[in-house]
């Protein structure tokens, strides 16, 4: 079974432009979870989705950052337009079942902002 | 810190001695997690122990958890340089979130 792809593995951006990250989660899990990890720092909630529906986006840190997920498969997390501080690695995550903290993740995305 | 603490920050070793770094939490749990970050990159699901666990090894692994006293440790043996990473503690809230310690910085010097 295939687990958490994303892509890509890293992009190398100027400021202002923008950037697109893909998720695609294990085959029928319906929740799906974005972190990051911002210059070595703690890593963070950004979002989670059921199926195709935002169930939390408490961590979103702001209106540059669009998170979808059409259709309930793959999710896709655009920033637009990227800042220096946007630099880190963007995690998704996926499971099949909430509350039991079992969360599948990717190898991340790597995101540097020059 | 979405969670808690984690300490120490940073822990510098010698190959071939153990590794033990310690996790806070604030909130009630259902289980915790322990990670492994590799490279600046992967992120490796190390171990869960359940809040009604004490204790539990894997491998060169041992975690323990004190939910009186909301605190879990993990400890490495025999580390080796590969085992440098770093560490963090993730706890599971009642929506299926994780939330993630601020990490520890393990170097294994060969």
């Known amino acids: 079974e295939a687990g958490v792809t994303q892509f890509p593995s890293h992009s190398v951006i100027e400021k202002g432009q923008t950037v697109t990250l893909r998720c695609d989660p294990i085959?029928?899990?319906?929740?799906l979870y974005w972190y990051r990890r911002v210059m070595g720092k703690e890593i963070k909630f950004l979002l989670h989705?059921?199926?195709?529906?935002?169930?939390?986006e408490s961590g979103m840190p702001n209106n540059r950052f669009l998170a979808e997920r059409t259709g309930g498969t793959y999710s896709t997390l655009k920033v637009q337009p990227a800042e220096l501080e946007d630099s880190g690695v963007y995690f998704c995550?996926?499971?099949?079942?909430?509350?039991?903290?079992?969360?599948?993740f990717g190898e991340g995305s790597r995101l540097t902002v020059l | 810190s979405q969670q808690g603490e984690e300490d120490p920050q940073a822990l510098s070793i010698q190959e071939g001695e153990n590794a033990t770094m310690n996790c806070s939490y604030k909130?009630?749990?259902?289980?915790l997690q322990w990670y492994r970050q590799n490279s600046g990159r992967g992120l490796v699901h190390l171990i869960l122990?359940?809040?009604?666990?004490r204790e539990k090894h894997s491998g060169r692994l041992r975690v323990t958890l004190d939910t009186s006293k909301k605190s879990s440790s993990l400890l490495i043996t025999a580390s080796r340089a590969a085992d440098t990473a770093s560490y963090f503690c993730?706890?599971?809230?009642?929506?299926?979130?994780?939330?993630f310690g601020q990490g520890t910085e393990l170097s294994v010097k060969p």
């Open positions: 995550a996926s499971s099949q079942v909430v509350g039991t903290g079992e969360l599948f």
């Open positions: 085959s029928g899990h319906d929740n």
């Open positions: 989705f059921v199926k195709e529906s935002k169930q939390d």
């Open positions: 909130t009630s749990i259902n289980n």
């Open positions: 122990i359940r809040s009604n666990e």
């Open positions: 993730a706890t599971t809230n009642q929506g299926g979130k994780l939330i």
